[in-house]
């Protein structure tokens, strides 16, 4: 009985201790990358490169999703705010949430499952198949040429896809209650304008979305750097990539809406 | 796929997220009516500023000239002081009345202005002598309870 609970503790333990190791192990990583990231702005190509696969393919999920997203706030938004009589600021309501929170948190969850898996995928089986090791052979270092241009591309494509989620959110809102249902288009826009504020709320979501960007690519880079090179181990990489990076995205959210909107006096 | 067709697209996609973060600011934020330009400051004691908060709106006529900066409490007076950043498109006289109205039955509250007829124009950093509170409630039913027991 005792022995019994004094293992249960250790396992515990270790898996404690395993967490924090991994957690500097990513951490170190994360400097690593950055430190070598000179090549990727030296050699720019490689980035662009990189932003077409990460950025410019994720865009029709992006923009697809955006699009409904919109729509459906729309049609609740509407449902609700007519049972009290101001159906015109479902403008406001569908903008506000788009831009403060949904935009960056959706298409941050989008970008990871889209985008972080291919390159955890990617990047895992360059190592399975000693690919990395290769390069390291040739004297190229696998950190500089594979792991920070994607990282970088990551980065830039974050925020980018963003904005166009929110503006076809928007939209997409537009449409439904202005087109379909016929709420007065000047009272959706003039509300709209009145209550979003550049600075606090515009701004605002583009650092958020900068912050995950951030947190998606050096996840996903680092569970990719560090699979186990075997078919098994990327496949449990790229889950992982996805998971961390919801759950990252998730808690940072709530962080920084903390720090940003817990009102201003 | 071949390195031009690749930077066409990449570029294409940098250009449609520029332009989307423009959109935001012009056509769904406040951007356009943003006065980046010269702006001054008055300042008002308020008996009591009911709900109002940084950020709110001054209006004149129903038209926004200003926003509020700051509201402190202030130790001299024991009243609110609250700041102004006044666009300097918009002058006012000096006998200018600043008083907390509130928008619609539940809406957020604002201040308003309504100008006076003097000849001088208030200037950076002079103080609105004549304000009028934000209307509470509590106190609007208290009187008229008062009243009544008055009456009878």
Same mark, same amino acid.
């Given at each position: 009985?005792?022995?019994?609970?004094?293992?249960?503790?250790?396992?515990?333990?270790?898996?404690?201790? $395993?967490?924090?190791?991994?957690?500097?192990?990513?951490?170190?990583?994360?400097?690593?990358?950055?430190?070598?990231?000179?090549?990727?702005?030296?050699?720019?190509? *490689?980035?662009?490169r990189?932003?077409?696969?990460?950025?410019v393919?994720?865009?029709? /999920?992006? *923009?697809?999703?955006?699009?409904?997203?919109?729509?459906?706030?729309?049609?609740?938004?509407?449902e609700?705010?007519?049972?009290?009589?101001?159906?015109?600021?479902?403008?406001?309501?569908?903008?506000?949430?788009?831009?403060?929170?949904?935009?960056?948190?959706?298409?941050?969850?989008?970008?990871?499952?889209?985008?972080?898996?291919?390159?955890?995928?990617?990047?895992?089986?360059?190592?399975?198949?000693?690919?990395? +090791?290769?390069?390291?052979?040739?004297?190229? $270092?696998?950190?500089?040429?594979?792991?920070?241009?994607?990282?970088?591309?990551?980065? /830039? +494509?974050?925020?980018?896809?963003?904005? *166009?989620?929110?503006?076809?959110?928007?939209?997409?809102?537009?449409?439904?209650?202005?087109?379909?249902?016929? %709420?007065?288009?000047?009272?959706?826009?003039?509300s709209?304008?009145?209550? %979003? $504020?550049?600075?606090?709320?515009?701004?605002?979501?583009?650092?958020? +979305?900068?912050?995950?960007?951030v947190?998606?690519?050096?996840?996903?880079?680092?569970?990719?750097?560090?699979a186990?090179?075997t078919?098994?181990?990327?496949?449990?990489?790229? #889950?992982? #990539?996805?998971? #961390?990076?919801?759950?990252?995205?998730?808690?940072l959210?709530?962080v920084?809406?903390a720090f940003?909107?817990?009102?201003? $006096? | 796929?071949?390195r031009t067709?690749m930077?066409f697209?990449?570029?294409?996609?940098v250009?449609?997220?520029?332009?989307?973060?423009?959109?935001?600011g012009?056509? =769904?934020?406040?951007?356009t009516?943003?006065?980046?330009?010269?702006?001054?400051?008055?300042?008002?004691n308020?008996?009591?500023?009911?709900?109002?908060?940084?950020r709110?709106?001054?209006?004149?006529?129903? =038209?926004v000239?200003?926003?509020?900066?700051?509201?402190?409490?202030?130790?001299?007076?024991?009243?609110?002081?609250?700041?102004?950043?006044?666009?300097?498109?918009?002058? !006012?006289?000096? &006998?200018? !009345?600043?008083?907390?109205?509130?928008?619609?039955?539940?809406?957020?509250?604002?201040?308003?202005?309504?100008?006076?007829?003097?000849?001088?124009?208030?200037?950076?950093? &002079?103080?609105i002598?004549?304000?009028?509170?934000?209307?509470?409630?509590?106190?609007?039913i208290?009187?008229?309870?008062?009243?009544?027991?008055?009456?009878d």
């Amino acid at each position: 009985m005792y022995k019994r609970i004094a293992a249960g503790i250790q396992a515990i333990g270790h898996r404690a201790i $395993d967490g924090i190791w991994r957690l500097g192990c990513a951490a170190r990583f994360f400097i690593l990358v950055l430190l070598k990231s000179t090549t990727s702005f030296l050699r720019f190509g *490689l980035v662009i490169r990189e932003i077409y696969f990460v950025g410019v393919l994720s865009l029709i /999920i992006i *923009l697809v999703s955006g699009l409904f997203v919109g729509m459906v706030l729309g049609l609740q938004g509407y449902e609700t705010l007519q049972k009290y009589g101001s159906e015109s600021a479902v403008g406001t309501l569908v903008a506000l949430s788009l831009v403060r929170e949904l935009g960056p948190v959706m298409s941050a969850l989008l970008f990871a499952s889209r985008a972080g898996s291919a390159i955890t995928a990617e990047i895992g089986l360059m190592k399975a198949t000693e690919q990395l +090791s290769a390069m390291g052979m040739m004297a190229v $270092d696998p950190v500089a040429r594979v792991v920070a241009p994607r990282f970088w591309a990551g980065v /830039i +494509s974050m925020p980018l896809l963003a904005a *166009l989620f929110s503006v076809m959110g928007v939209f997409g809102g537009y449409l439904v209650t202005v087109v379909f249902i016929g %709420v007065d288009e000047g009272a959706f826009w003039s509300s709209m304008q009145n209550a %979003v $504020d550049f600075r606090y709320d515009i701004v605002n979501g583009v650092i958020k +979305s900068c912050f995950f960007g951030v947190a998606v690519a050096a996840i996903a880079v680092f569970e990719g750097f560090d699979a186990p090179p075997t078919a098994e181990g990327v496949s449990g990489a790229t #889950t992982r #990539t996805v998971v #961390t990076s919801a759950l990252a995205i998730l808690g940072l959210d709530f962080v920084l809406t903390a720090f940003m909107f817990r009102g201003v $006096d | 796929m071949q390195r031009t067709i690749m930077d066409f697209w990449v570029g294409l996609f940098v250009l449609a997220g520029m332009v989307s973060l423009l959109i935001l600011g012009l056509k =769904v934020g406040n951007l356009t009516s943003y006065n980046t330009g010269e702006s001054y400051t008055l300042f008002g004691n308020f008996e009591n500023i009911g709900g109002l908060k940084v950020r709110a709106p001054v209006k004149s006529a129903g =038209v926004v000239v200003g926003r509020v900066t700051d509201i402190q409490f202030s130790l001299e007076t024991y009243d609110a002081v609250v700041t102004m950043d006044i666009n300097s498109f918009y002058r !006012f006289p000096k &006998d200018t !009345f600043a008083s907390i109205l509130t928008s619609g039955l539940l809406g957020e509250q604002y201040i308003g202005l309504s100008p006076g007829g003097d000849e001088e124009m208030l200037e950076e950093g &002079d103080k609105i002598m004549k304000t009028n509170s934000a209307m509470v409630l509590e106190e609007m039913i208290g009187r008229f309870l008062f009243d009544k027991a008055a009456e009878d």
